[in-house]
């Protein structure tokens, strides 16, 4: 099957005619939320001048370790949803980022970032997710990283697109077009240094309905409101319990199945981030913990089915599903993004209420 794909895309990149000018935008339209959901003590740091590629050595984890559908099975880490009253000390199981590391983060996020922005921009009717494949293959190769995707546990492509009802973990195909009206979940990470930045925002494809457009909004909101509780002392809690609020607010629900990750020397890392919870529970964040903040948001029920190709995660009742990702590094009064580059795709809403880095 992914030889016949192969040899399928490579025929319609050769034959493609002529496409609608018609371009993938983000929805800019923000929830204004509370004062204390803002990002104002998020800090934020401008794109390097230059990224170069340290090593390309480093061991890689199995993506099969990312947003696990049992939390159950991961005993390790107290999450949001045990009765069991947090212990601080479940923290230690955690890696702690140095200087140095935290620098080689910021490279990687950075050029996760600009991979990210770079497909956005050429996203349009008529385009096929495989070419968004070859996109990020070509645009990660030029910056000197390497698709963190690409490989794992047999995933056959470098990137994940997940196209209207499909919640995470999509394939691209060169059999599935992009048409007017679409939303397209484009989840990038990139290897730099030693070190992984993991990114990924939903694009509006043409003209949509508002009722998929105010998806997409509540979508970016609801990963801001995560963000903007995350420092050091608060609890994994607090961040589940943000985004469940702001998501409960605008009527829409969260994906309870799948979650963020710590991320670093490998892309997938202990903790488990929740996106459901209760305020005060979980693991107490510490100052150089770098984890993921991506909500999954459903129009619809929060249920979820894998497809039979053993990857694609879709919604369980078919209604439409939106995301975006960052990641980011806690800090005392705080948390840093590390892939909130200078052409990040959102930059133009997320930055204005975050506070820059000295």
């Given at each position: 099957m992914l030889e016949k794909n192969a040899a399928a895309r490579q025929k319609l990149h050769a034959t493609?005619?002529?496409?609608?000018?018609?371009?993938?935008?983000?929805?800019?339209?923000?929830?204004?939320?509370?004062?204390?959901?803002?990002?104002?003590?998020?800090?934020?740091?401008?794109?390097?001048?230059h990224v170069t590629l340290f090593c390309d050595g480093d061991e890689i984890t199995n993506l099969l370790e990312a947003h696990p559908e049992s939390i159950a099975q991961r005993p390790q880490i107290q999450t949001?949803?045990?009765?069991?009253?947090?212990?601080?000390?479940?923290?230690?199981?955690?890696?702690?980022?140095?200087?140095?590391?935290?620098?080689?983060?910021?490279?990687?996020g950075e050029a996760a970032?600009?991979?990210?922005?770079?497909?956005?921009?050429?996203?349009?009717?008529?385009?096929?997710?495989?070419?968004?494949?070859?996109?990020?293959r070509a645009h990660t190769a030029a910056l000197g990283g390497i698709p963190s995707q690409l490989g794992y546990q047999g995933f056959p492509a470098a990137v994940c697109t997940s196209r209207n009802d499909v919640v995470c973990h999509g394939i691209p195909r060169p059999d599935e077009t992009l048409a007017d009206g679409d939303i397209v979940n484009v989840d990038v990470t990139t290897m730099l240094g030693g070190f992984h930045g993991d990114t990924s925002a939903t694009f509006v494809i043409g003209e949509a309905s508002r009722e998929t457009r105010d998806l997409v909004a509540i979508a970016r909101a609801c990963r801001d409101a995560g963000i903007a509780v995350v420092r050091e002392g608060a609890r994994l809690g607090d961040v589940g319990a943000a985004i469940e609020e702001t998501a409960r607010a605008a009527g829409v629900s969260v994906v309870r199945d799948y979650g963020g990750h710590g991320i670093g020397r490998s892309m997938h890392m202990d903790p488990h981030v929740p996106h459901v919870g209760t305020r005060g529970a979980g693991m107490r964040l510490r100052a150089g913990m770098a984890i993921t903040i991506e909500p999954m948001i459903n129009a619809g029920g929060p249920g979820v089915r894998v497809l039979s190709d053993g990857w694609t995660v879709a919604t369980a009742d078919g209604s439409r599903s939106a995301q975006f990702e960052h990641t980011v590094i806690v800090t005392k009064g705080g948390c840093e993004i590390t892939t909130l580059g200078a052409t990040a795709p959102d930059r133009a809403t997320t930055l204005p209420s975050c506070r820059a880095r000295p």
């Open positions: 493609r005619g002529a496409r609608e000018e018609r371009r993938a935008e983000l929805v800019f339209e923000r929830t204004d939320l509370p004062a204390e959901r803002r990002l104002a003590h998020v800090q934020t740091r401008g794109r390097a001048a949001v949803l045990d009765a069991v009253a947090p212990r601080d000390d479940d923290s230690r199981m955690v890696a702690i980022l140095n200087a140095r590391e935290i620098e080689a983060m910021r490279r990687a970032a600009a991979t990210l922005a770079h497909v956005g921009e050429r996203l349009q009717p008529g385009v096929t997710t495989a070419d968004v494949d070859a996109w990020v």
